[in-house]
């Protein structure tokens, strides 16, 4: 639609400081409302069956019965508008739907902010800054609430048959505990599953107070109903009871233990001016060629580095079973199971999300700002990197399993 230069010059009289055109009493804001309500009028035309200011047809007891005034919240403040009734009240507008409030994407505003980690207090006063709207910390909860019926439904959609690699990882994050009304740390677990073509997709999340094979085994069971049916590699960091649970669930899947962390954690134990030597050596471990050689390159670690830091080798041996399936694959699948990346950003993005976040009030609170995170984190591009040749060598590594 064009609107010609000469209806551009008739409203635009008396416009002579910016304020006259976008000021709160400016002709923007003044012929959104008169559009807003033309277009009010317009549905309740349609809705009746005949024009304003004409007779109703004859039989029909239905017919206009003035205006009520309403206050809608936007980006120009407050916007204040006459919206048209019937006289039965079935009138049911779709421009401003009855107990509307809010236009202009401003539900869409407030979950941003609350995306980017603001709190309801934060939010607020954002929103009276910029917007001079006074909004209620109740609304802002209401508007953000609506996020845990998005949430439920991508908890429960329906996943792929087959995941060639899914990550399991966990942090911490301090909740307040509905019973004892005590602060507690509790973990939160993420799911990120690489799929057949290389994509990332964060599979779920789950809050828990304690991890062991029971929980893990419900985690697996809850995949599995999604259409889960086999898992081909299981990175973990020795989540407790997991490998019993996975076992249970997918007989078939191989676990193995996050390189990444085992060497971070590895490397907790040293002195700063050590810790570049000692990450060599630790490189030769899973640098290894085949299982043997990455235990013998162990032993002269330990023999090295035992007098100083006794503590590192023990924790490699006791997630033993679970690092040595890493050199049966081929270093293309290698690199993709230690580097992590994926697993990495996803992490980073949800801790900024949380970090100014002193604890959250329940679990509801904690899992909504997660799930926006992890929603954020979906947008940004979800190929795995040098997958092409990942991907040839699960064809024959795994052949019907990962061709099926």
């Known amino acids: 639609m064009t609107i010609s ?19 709160d009493a400016g002709l923007m804001k003044e012929l959104k409302i008169r559009l807003m309500e033309r277009m009010l009028g317009a549905e309740l035309t349609a809705h009746l069956g005949y ?48 107990g509307q409030t809010r236009i202009d994407g401003m539900d869409d505003k407030i979950i941003g902010l609350y995306a980017a980690g603001l709190t309801v207090r934060d939010i607020r006063a954002h929103l009276e800054d910029v917007y001079g709207l006074q909004v209620s910390p109740d609304l802002i909860s209401r508007v953000t609430d609506a ?32 019973d004892s009304r005590m602060v507690k740390n509790k973990a939160v677990y993420v799911a990120l599953g690489v799929n057949r073509d290389g994509l990332r997709e964060v599979l779920g999340l789950w809050i828990a107070d304690n991890e062991g094979a029971k929980f893990w085994l419900s985690v697996m069971t809850e995949l599995k109903n999604r259409g889960v049916q086999d898992v081909l590699i299981a990175v973990v960091d020795g989540l407790k009871g997991f490998p ?11 676990v193995q233990t996050c390189i990444v962390h085992l060497v971070r954690h590895s490397l907790n134990f040293c002195a700063w001016k050590d810790r570049k030597a000692v990450a060599v050596d630790l490189r030769a471990i899973y ?20 007098g100083k830091y006794a503590s590192i080798a023990p924790a490699w041996r006791r997630a033993w079973q679970e690092v040595i399936p890493f050199f049966a694959f081929d270093p293309a699948i290698r690199k993709i199971i230690y ?38 984190f979906e947008k940004d591009g979800r190929n795995v990197r040098e997958w092409f040749a990942a991907r040839n060598q699960f064809s024959i590594m795994f052949d019907e399993r990962f061709n099926a």
């Open 5 to 23: 230069k000469e209806l551009l010059d008739e409203l635009l009289k008396g416009c002579e400081r910016p304020e006259d055109l976008l000021g």
């Open 51 to 98: 024009e304003d200011g004409k007779d109703a047809p004859p039989g029909q007891s239905n017919r206009r019965s003035g205006t009520a005034s309403k206050r809608l919240k936007g980006q120009d403040g407050e916007v204040p508008i006459s919206v048209p009734r019937d006289r039965d009240g079935s009138f049911e507008p779709e421009l401003v739907k009855k």
């Open 147 to 178: 996020v845990l019926d998005e949430v439920r439904e991508w908890q429960t959609r329906a996943l792929e048959r087959m995941y060639p690699i899914v990550i399991f990882d966990a942090l911490r994050v301090k909740i307040r505990d509905a």
């Open 244 to 254: 019993e649970a996975i076992t249970a669930a997918f007989p078939q899947a191989a």
């Open 287 to 306: 640098g290894a060629v085949t299982a043997e050689q990455a235990a013998a390159q162990l032993d002269v670690f330990e023999a090295k580095w035992a």
């Open 339 to 376: 580097t992590t990346n994926a697993i990495e950003s996803l992490n980073r993005v949800i801790r900024k999300s949380i970090k100014t976040r002193g604890s959250f009030p329940t679990d509801d609170a904690a899992t909504k700002l997660i799930y926006l995170a992890i929603r954020n």
